[in-house]
């Protein structure tokens, strides 16, 4: 991983020596990314800026690299993995001079022009200066993993890994884009697809769209677009589910090889479910000295991930660090503006600032460790996602044709009325001249996901990891396995993408059944959402609702938030928190005005501080207190005895209808007749140990036990021995 950075003149004039200060500037900013070496070029119109993480070949692979002739000048961040077949590929002649797997690209263009990344497997982001033709090339890996903003205006081009970067230059906004944030549909939580493009957040800020080739004339700021790449719509029908899993299995494999090769020490997040633990398992031999890192949350226990995790890094024996997230646990505001200013996103949440924390972790106790491996974006493309929508295939194609439907209203403002409430006697054709089929909607499905990788997956896995120092690697966004499942014919969907089968049956004979049968978990959703909801609601209170205040007054705020609303909702919540998805949204809503307020007057990531790195506890250290993990300690043996706290009352009204929790006369929880809860509430006397009370007819489900964990987190409930 690197910080890439340029400036450049679209009006034929060169760059003067103040240019250097801007150059630094960038540099300064986009540390973080590449601490171990940097680099400055100013030549003529154009100004590079480099920093550099090193985790192949470190001795030999500094940049700006630069062709034989010396006509095309190259930065890259990223990681090219075929470049020795690419470099085998070149015509005679060519003779690499560093060690840098990004080197090769420098001849590839020079061979191949706007083909040259057709062949290309990696992640990046490259900017290249054509001398001989004084043209600027800038370009990213299909997925996006890479990024790369700019702004320009008639005179010059400034560009940067990060947007933070281009407030480097004096001519760059620095405004929040209300009205582009609060039209796009992920942000909100929309049961629509995400049809694009991509949201950069900010006034004047563009991205370097994934899969795509910009080149832009120096003479005068004429741009071409080039896409190379796009996500195929063809399906290859003579193929059977056989075909499939083994070619899905072979270049999985061969994309792990890939991402697994490195001079420097990696890492892997492990969630304990089956995507992280098959990439953990394809590692082979390179799993020697590997170090893994899970989240250890009120969630991940509830859930379990962190037992799952613990368990399959024993069975493949590999060190694991259950990273521990305390119950009462929760981040400063200042803390949680420095995680914002480094993802620079609204989109900013509770596992954003999980993997943030982790990466700080692994980098404390590994501090020789440049890389990541990841499970993420599996989901996206195998099938994942299905079982959240439906209950078998047919549901869920009847819930993307609601979503498909929700979508093109969308586009329809005029005719919304139609569908507002009850049956609708118009046509769907009627809303933009094309009938629904199930194969047309599961493709805009796909491309929904597509676009939905970029605008979040990838984007913050890029910023949590270099906030630092380490490179995040994805093998699962190996674009010829995204192909291999786009290509599923539609008669083969419900056995290969239905709860992720073609992943299952492609890596059963590499993982135990436990973990290649386990049901997916999401990483806070489901049985944590509220332990993480609880640390919003806590967080956006903090300090006399400090960020709350801060986001209401930022520029632009007022013409979009409801501030009575606002604080109503956050006074509704109360102090305990709740699991309604109304705090993740109303997070957004802040992070907006946070960011507004953020870049009006930017500051430097270093001068902020993101508070002490979190620890890891043995599994035998976690103390049986009031709190999820002490829930889990206890309920390994039963012995412990669960008792109200005091000041708390459990009563039903006159017919039994509800009961009802009340401390201190106030009430804290409403309870449904005849559930598990309950029943398990009810047994509690201060006298009947845990197992007794669990031994009840249908009260030991998980759902029971997330409850009891959220009493025991809020002080409402007790240990006794």
Not at 252 to 273: I, M, N, W, Y
Not at 360 to 367: G, K, L, M, T, V
Not at 689 to 702: M, P, R, T, V
Request: with cysteine; charged share 25%.
């Amino acid at each position: 991983m690197c910080g890439i950075a340029g400036i450049a003149r679209l009006d034929r004039q060169e760059l003067g020596a103040e240019t250097d200060a801007v150059l630094n500037h960038l540099a300064d900013i986009l540390d973080h990314r590449g601490p171990d070496e940097r680099d400055i070029l100013r030549d003529g119109g154009v100004g590079l800026a480099f920093t550099r993480l090193a985790l192949v070949n470190p001795e030999d692979g500094s940049q700006p690299l630069t062709s034989d002739d010396g006509s095309l000048v190259l930065v890259v961040n990223g990681e090219i993995y075929n470049h020795r077949e690419l470099a085998a590929s070149l015509p005679g002649g060519v003779k690499l001079s560093t060690g840098s797997d990004c080197e090769v690209l420098l001849y590839l263009y020079r061979h191949y022009g706007l083909e040259f990344l057709r062949d290309v497997r990696g992640m990046f982001a490259l900017i290249l200066w054509d001398r001989a033709n004084n043209k600027l090339v800038l370009a990213r890996d299909r997925f996006g993993i890479k990024p790369l903003y700019y702004h320009r205006n008639d005179e010059r081009i400034v560009l940067s890994s990060e947007i933070k970067g281009l407030f480097a230059d004096g001519s760059t906004p620095r405004r929040f884009d209300w009205e582009q944030a609060l039209a796009n549909p992920l942000l909100a939580a929309a049961g629509t697809f995400n049809d694009g493009p991509v949201t950069t957040w900010f006034e004047g800020i563009e991205l370097v769209p994934a899969a795509t080739i910009l080149r832009v004339d120096l003479h005068d700021g004429r741009t071409s677009e080039h896409r190379y790449w796009e996500l195929p719509t063809d399906a290859d029908e003579s193929a059977d589910a056989g075909d499939f899993v083994r070619r899905y299995s072979e270049l999985l494999q061969d994309s792990v090889r890939e991402c697994v090769t490195a001079d420097t020490e990696l890492g892997l997040f492990l969630s304990g479910g089956i995507d992280s633990s098959a990439v953990l398992a394809l590692a082979g031999d390179k799993r020697q000295g590997m170090h893994t890192f899970t989240a250890l949350t009120g969630g991940t226990l509830d859930n379990g991930d962190a037992d799952n995790a613990a368990w399959i890094a024993r069975e493949l024996g590999v060190p694991n660090h259950q990273v521990v997230f305390p119950q009462d646990h929760v981040p400063t505001p200042q803390e949680w503006l420095r995680l914002l200013w480094l993802a620079e996103t609204p989109m900013c949440g509770p596992e954003v600032y999980y993997k943030h924390e982790l990466h700080r972790y692994a980098r404390e106790a590994r501090p020789g460790l440049r890389g990541m491996l990841l499970g993420a974006a599996s989901d996206e493309f195998n099938g994942g996602y299905a079982g959240e929508l439906g209950g078998d295939w047919q549901s869920f194609m009847e819930s993307l044709s609601l979503m498909d439907r929700d979508t093109r209203i969308g586009r329809r403002a005029d005719l919304r009325h139609w569908w507002a409430e009850g049956p609708s006697f118009i046509s769907q054709q009627a809303l933009d001249g094309r009938a629904s089929d199930s194969d047309g909607i599961y493709r805009a499905y796909l491309q929904s996901e597509y676009l939905q990788v970029q605008q979040y997956n990838v984007w913050h896995e890029d910023r949590t990891a270099a906030g630092s120092g380490v490179e995040a690697r994805v093998p699962f966004l190996d674009h010829r396995l995204v192909e291999l499942c786009a290509r599923i014919p539609e008669r083969l969907r419900p056995t290969l993408l239905w709860d992720k089968r073609i992943l299952r049956e492609a890596v059963k004979l590499h993982l135990p059944q436990r973990i290649a049968e386990r049901p997916k978990a999401p990483f806070f959703y489901g049985t944590g959402t509220y332990h993480a909801y609880r640390m919003l609601a806590r967080l956006m209170r903090a300090d006399s609702y400090a960020l709350v205040e801060r986001a209401l007054a930022a520029p632009g705020a007022s013409d979009f938030i409801d501030a009575d609303r606002v604080r109503a909702h956050l006074a509704l919540i109360g102090e305990g928190g709740t699991d309604a998805p109304s705090v993740e949204l109303l997070m957004r809503v802040l992070n907006m005005g946070l960011l507004a307020d953020l870049a009006s007057n930017p500051p430097r990531l270093e001068d902020t501080s993101a508070g002490p790195v979190l620890r890891e506890l043995a599994r035998d250290q976690i103390s049986p207190s009031a709190s999820a993990a002490g829930f889990r300690a206890q309920q390994l043996d039963g012995k412990g005895v669960p008792a109200f706290a005091e000041g708390l009352l459990l009563l039903t009204d006159p017919v039994g209808s509800n009961w009802y929790l009340l401390k201190d006369g106030e009430i804290e929880f409403v309870l449904e007749a005849d559930t598990p809860t309950l029943a398990a509430l009810r047994a509690v006397d201060g006298k009947t140990s845990l197992a007794d009370i669990l031994a009840i007819e249908d009260a030991g489900d998980e759902e029971v036990h997330g409850d009891l964990c959220n009493l025991l987190d809020l002080g409402l409930l007790t240990w006794s021995d």
